[in-house]
């Protein structure tokens, strides 16, 4: 683990070596930018540009879906701790918040026929596709599960895959704290209830942080002193339970390695003991 940190470190500076107190690199052109959309999203037609040597912004119509969506190319400056170290190119797009829109708006009537008929309210101005608000929590999950089916019909060229529909409670007074009831992430019409979210949250944290072809085996509740970690090491998270002292305790999510070996993910952040850097602790030792 402190290899692949001190590694990350030294590709990180020498970025912003190669790059100075200069420009590294320059905006794309329009043909470029179409270029792009095409190999990224798919068959689509120049709507309209604009280009200079600062930006380039491009309007093109997606032949899949029909609608309109833009492409940018513009310099983004790098900043550290109030410096400057120049700017790169950086390119952007709005098609995926187009893409739901179009969606939403092809689907609307059967999705607003599905919330009439459970009494919930939906909502789509959200991270998330779409979701679905009631107090009823069985009436929630079920209009949730048949807007994602009606949905799925939409997901052409599988672009709406892992899209997010969800089901929470409607109580508008905490909407920053409101019970989740389910998820369900598109292609698949299943929900997922909060144990099966968390599961899938430590695999893709696990995949990140140490091997991209783990797979979740189990989970075992355990104390923190199991885990032979140092508590002064133990990073404090605002809005989460964290172990603080040797009897608290810990989750541990068990994946098995791309080589068959199976190692540990445990729900707490670690700092590195020779830098400032902080992962989730685990027993994976890598190559």
Do not use: W
Not at 56 to 63: E, G
Not at 153 to 165: G, H, T, V
């Amino acid at each position: 683990m402190n290899k692949i940190l001190k590694g990350i470190g030294v590709v990180f500076t020498l970025t912003l070596l190669v790059c100075g107190l200069s420009s590294c690199g320059k905006v794309k052109s329009a043909k470029e930018l179409h270029k792009y959309a095409k190999k990224t999203y798919g068959e689509c037609t120049v709507v309209s540009s604009t280009e200079d040597t600062k930006s380039t912004v491009l309007t093109v119509h997606d032949k899949l879906q029909d609608f309109d969506y833009n492409v940018s190319s513009s310099m983004q400056g790098i900043y550290i701790d109030g410096s400057s170290f120049g700017s790169v190119p950086q390119t952007s797009s709005d098609f995926d918040r187009k893409l739901d829109e179009k969606v939403i708006s092809v689907a609307k009537d059967e999705l607003d026929a599905v919330c009439s008929k459970y009494k919930v309210r939906m909502e789509t101005d959200s991270f998330s596709l779409l979701v679905i608000r009631s107090n009823d929590e069985n009436a929630a999950k079920t209009a949730a599960s048949e807007c994602a089916a009606i949905l799925q019909k939409q997901n052409l060229n599988n672009r709406l895959d892992q899209r997010q529909i969800e089901a929470y409670a409607d109580n508008e007074e905490t909407c920053y704290h409101d019970e989740k009831y389910c998820i369900i992430i598109l292609p698949d019409i299943k929900l997922l209830d909060k144990d099966d979210e968390l599961v899938l949250e430590y695999t893709q944290r696990a995949r990140s942080q140490t091997d991209s072809k783990a797979e979740f085996v189990r989970k075992e509740e355990k104390k923190f002193s199991d885990t032979g970690a140092d508590l002064n090491r133990v990073v404090s998270t605002l809005g989460q339970d964290y172990p603080t002292e040797p009897d608290s305790p810990v989750t541990y999510y068990y994946f098995k390695s791309s080589k068959g070996e199976e190692f540990y993910l445990c729900n707490f952040l670690y700092q590195d003991e020779n830098s400032a850097a902080y992962y989730y602790f685990t027993n994976y030792k890598g190559e």
